[in-house]
């Protein structure tokens, strides 16, 4: 997973990870040990900020404040995301650029997009404290789609039970090539000539190079 992160990402969150770019793992499964959100078809993520580590003999995580700093003082994954949101609300820089991986089944994350850090919050749960983060689909991961703005939208709709079962189906490789690297969930019949985004069979696994073959071709 995450092979172009350079890194086996261990961790939900991981604020400019090697310097660069942050990324974010959500996962929206029944189950899941956070309750990330995605709202307005995928153009906005709601992400849950991460409990303390838990610690044999200690207390339980899920009932404790959600930490901005560790016990030696530095900040913590919350702590740096929570003011780089509150650096953008302020005016004080741009928007924090977030890569986020979406966790579709055990082992297996796709990739589902660049967003901006737009807003933090803490909220008051069940009697502690957690951070909730608003990320919002990054303009410039728009306008470099812009030729397909409709689709772009429509491909947010593919939801995590059609790509579960595409992902099966095709076995997680390229339909085409089988490679299994850097795969797209690819509308079989565009969603401009009428196509859905709803159905399975009309979604395909396809690897970065068939992916944009297929796009050159529909145009
Ligand atoms: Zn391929």
């Not at 991460?50 to 995580?61: L, N, Y």
């Not at 689909?137 to 728009?142: D, R």
């Not at 690819?186 to 709803?198: E, R, W």
Request: with cysteine; charged share 30%; glycine share 8%.
């Amino acid at each position: 997973m995450c092979r172009s992160e350079g890194a086996s990402l261990q961790r939900g969150m991981n604020f400019r990870l090697g310097g660069r770019t942050s990324v974010i793992l959500m996962s929206v499964r029944p189950g899941a040990p956070y309750s990330d959100r995605i709202e307005q078809h995928g153009q906005v993520l709601i992400y849950e900020g991460h409990d303390v580590a838990r610690i044999k003999g200690g207390s339980d995580p899920k009932k404790s404040d959600q930490p901005d700093t560790t016990p030696a003082g530095t900040l913590t994954q919350n702590g740096l995301f929570w003011n780089a949101a509150k650096a953008y609300r302020d005016h004080r820089s741009a928007p924090e650029k977030v890569k986020v991986y979406e966790k579709i089944r055990t082992g297996i994350w796709v990739y589902a997009g660049l967003f901006d850090l737009v807003d933090a919050s803490k909220q008051e749960e069940r009697n502690r404290k957690v951070f909730k983060f608003k990320l919002q689909l990054s303009k410039e991961q728009q306008s470099s789609v812009s030729v397909r703005p409709i689709d772009l939208e429509h491909d947010r709709l593919i939801t995590t039970l059609v790509k579960i079962e595409v992902w099966k189906r095709d076995k997680g490789k390229c339909v085409l090539c089988g490679n299994k690297e850097n795969l797209h969930f690819d509308h079989i019949l565009p969603f401009s000539k009428g196509g859905t985004s709803l159905l399975a069979k009309n979604i395909q696994l396809l690897c970065a190079t068939h992916n944009l073959q297929e796009r050159d071709k529909i145009q």
